[in-house]
């Protein structure tokens, strides 16, 4: 395919996207019925799609319409291209510009929430949660978020994992925020076929994810329940730690791929269903990585700025106050508590720790710590309680 028939489907994609239907799946159904178009085509469409995404609001604004034309047109203005190169009709690629479709504004002149692709809405709550950062961080939620890997040190060391990792043309870089962590510089798109990911030497992990975990002061022994495991990359991370681990979810779907992936890595956590979880304590540390808008995750994940709503918040706020209620009482007489989210909302973070130890007697709040992609890594929140 050539670059223009390239942008052509990425505005069939984002026509779909617009209209509702999710990125990836409409991604996955292009490429399973457009068999002609090689890897690297799909890559490149893809590419495409969801730095639109990311950038929405300015590309729209940009290119002169919230279409899928629209986007692309105001992603090639914003890389300083002449979209007319592109949009010429000729082959495969997307129709010629329309008489005064390509006279819209420079990025410059946009107003701040459409440079920073920031939903209206939601721009107060994020300025006053970030504050002196909050312009840097939304300018780096509209760019592709690193590929991190955490190096699984039951089976490997950091630097034989790397030699492993260059045998297969995969070259990383240690990263500050986690001791196991390496950044990748060449060769993501390798890594879900390379034998050290397939032989559970690497795992994907987010480096400020992996920081979370860090943060806990986990040792060996220690009883430990993930009680919103998920997929269940923190609760790999955990028993990597040597703790004995249990992991929950109230979606226990979420963890199907747990009992695999654990074995690759050479773990054993335990899995507990609803019915169980209750019963299954005291831990000497609960750990909840609530439910939350995913903020800190946009750039990863940017369908989630463009979905979340007010009432959606407002429910996730309420939802997690029942988290830590809930878990509060799982946790052993000199244990603590852990609650975790990817947000950059202070609604979701410090509030909602102060908000439970106004309301609940005994607690204190031993350590929290703010993660934003200026660290690195994505936008994450941790605090530690114990029982006073």
Known sequence: MTPAARIAAAIEVLDAWLAGAPAERTLTTWGRTHRFAGSKDRAAIRDHVWEAIRCRRSFAALGGAETGRGLMI???????QDPSD???????????????????PTRGVLPENVRLDIPDWLAADLRASLG???????????????????????????????????????????HALAPAALEV??????????????????ELQDAASQAVVAALGVRPGMRVLDYCAGGGGKTLALAA????????????GR????????????VRPRILSGEVV????????????????????????????????????????????????????????DGRLAYATCSLLEVENGAQVRGFLDRTAGWRLDT?????????????????????
């Open 185 to 202: 510089i060449v060769g993501a798109r390798r890594i879900r076929g390379a034998a050290a990911y397939r032989d559970g030497l690497v």
């Open 132 to 174: 002196a950062d909050f312009a840097p961080v939304m300018a780096a939620l509209r760019h592709r978020a690193p590929v991190f890997l955490r190096v699984n040190t039951v089976r490997t060391s950091l630097k034989a994992a790397q030699a492993a990792l260059v045998a297969e043309g995969i070259e990383t870089r240690p």
């Open 255 to 266: 963890m199907r791929d747990l009992p695999e992936r654990a074995k690759r890595a050479g």
């Open 278 to 333: 209750a019963g299954a304590g005291p831990f000497d540390l609960v750990f909840a990585d609530a439910p939350c808008s995913g903020s800190g995750a946009w750039r990863r994940a940017p369908e989630g700025k463009w979905r979340l709503t007010r009432a959606r918040l407002d429910d996730l706020v309420a939802l997690q106050a029942g988290i830590l209620d809930d878990t509060a009482g799982l946790v052993a007489p």
């Open 368 to 388: 929290e710590r703010r993660f934003t992609p200026l660290d690195g890594g994505d936008g994450f929140y941790v605090a530690v309680l114990s029982q006073s």
């Open 74 to 80: 105001g992603a090639l203005r914003a890389a300083r």
């Open 86 to 104: 592109v949009f010429s009709g000729a082959g495969h690629a997307p129709p010629p510009l329309a008489e005064g479709e390509g006279d819209t």
């Open 241 to 252: 730690d040597g703790a004995e681990v249990a992991a929950h979810d109230v979606d226990p």
